[in-house]
């Protein structure tokens, strides 16, 4: 019996013991929690995170994603947290910029006119052409009459602000320094200098660079392996002939365009213009629809684009005259015709120096 009743008393000891630890435990908790102690992981941030929020207001504690049940959202009410630990700072300068405001002369192109005729005209390089109408380097935009184009009053590139530009990043972008383009009035760009998207700033004296699709590299080595490209296999003459039996030139080369467009109906056969090896001849992702590269194992390729129909296979060996292909109106193209380039050490140069155009 002495021993049940001293085993009874030892147990209800221990039971007072463990009372006063979870008090203590409980205890200590909140108190951590009125210093703005945030804890972050797991479990323990449940504990402390409401009341750190319920009962220390205005204590230095973070928001965490624990706490978000404390509130009922789909009333629509929006939590209001007194603590102003994480607000930011109110800012007395409110700035309220200027949007750019620009007005610029237009031309509607006439029956004729070439992009060099036209800048020209207007005592402007034809690349400042490009500057003020970035589609002019799209295949899908020929240089029909009744388009009308931007013509700027200096040499320059109107940029299109995008999300993301600062004045910084647009100076990078064209190598042209900040103070320039806040020289330009019409910007109306005044500290602390913000863009804003979907307005236009001028860039004075930038260039817009005209990306050119490259064609695969070739190897040295032979074959056409994977990445490996496919070596030229025969020498061309040097010579270039016409792609097509048609002189219906729709574009000639230009800053905007390295190639010459000859309209010519759907079928039409397409001539290799020298001896070469076939080294791309497929679908073009680029705006090229159908497309062939011979490599004339000179320092010289040609490409024809836009083609109905493909005669020819990479690693192809083909004569100068032989049909590899047919006219078509495939990719970025506004009507059936003939995109033709000559390319040297894989830089475009103006066909007709090669073929004479006049
Ligand atoms: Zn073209």
């Not at 007072?16 to 972050?40: H, N, P, Q, S, Y």
């Not at 002939?241 to 109906?265: C, E, K, M, S």
């Not at 005669?311 to 192809?316: A, C, D, L």
Request: with cysteine; proline share 7%; glycine share 14%.
């Amino acid at each position: 019996m002495e021993e049940d009743s001293n085993h009874w008393h030892k147990g209800g000891g221990y039971l007072v013991l463990l009372v006063v630890a979870i008090f203590l435990f409980f205890g200590w908790r909140i108190g951590l929690a009125d210093k703005g102690v945030v804890e972050t992981d797991g479990e323990e941030t449940a504990v402390s995170s409401p009341i750190s929020s319920q009962q220390n207001p205005d204590g230095a504690t973070a928001f965490s994603s624990d706490q978000a049940p404390l509130y009922d959202f789909s009333t629509g009410d929006l939590p209001v947290f007194n603590d102003t630990g994480l607000a930011p700072q109110p800012n007395p300068h409110t700035y309220e910029g200027k949007l750019p405001h620009h007005e610029f002369e237009t031309y509607t192109v006439e029956r004729g006119d070439t992009p060099g005729t036209i800048a020209e005209q207007f005592g402007i390089a034809v690349e400042t052409l490009l500057g003020g109408n970035a589609r002019l380097s799209q295949e899908t935009t020929l240089l029909q009459p009744g388009d009308v184009l931007i013509i700027l009053p200096i040499d320059a590139v109107l940029h299109e602000v995008q999300p993301g530009d600062t004045l910084e990043s647009v100076s990078e972008q064209y190598d042209i320094p900040v103070e320039d383009i806040i020289a330009y009035t019409d910007n109306n760009l005044e500290f602390p200098y913000r863009l804003y998207p979907e307005t236009n700033i001028m860039v004075p004296g930038a260039k817009r660079e005209v990306v050119i699709w490259q064609p695969p590299t070739v190897s040295s080595s032979g074959g056409s392996g994977l990445g490996g490209g496919i070596a030229p296999k025969i020498v061309g003459t040097g010579t270039f002939q016409f792609p097509v039996n048609n002189r219906n030139f729709t574009q000639f080369y230009w800053y905007g365009h390295p190639a010459i467009d000859i309209a010519l109906g759907e079928g039409n056969a397409v001539f290799a213009s020298d001896t070469g090896t076939v080294t791309y001849a497929g679908w073009n992702t680029w705006g090229y629809g159908n497309l062939i590269v011979i490599n004339h194992g000179n320092g010289y390729d040609t490409i024809y684009a836009h083609l109905s129909g493909i005669n020819v296979v990479p690693g192809q060996i083909v004569y100068k005259g032989n049909v590899i292909g047919y006219t078509g109106n495939t990719g970025n193209s506004s009507g059936p015709h003939i995109h033709f380039e000559i390319r040297i050490g894989g830089n475009p140069d103006d066909p007709c120096w090669y073929l004479g155009c006049g």
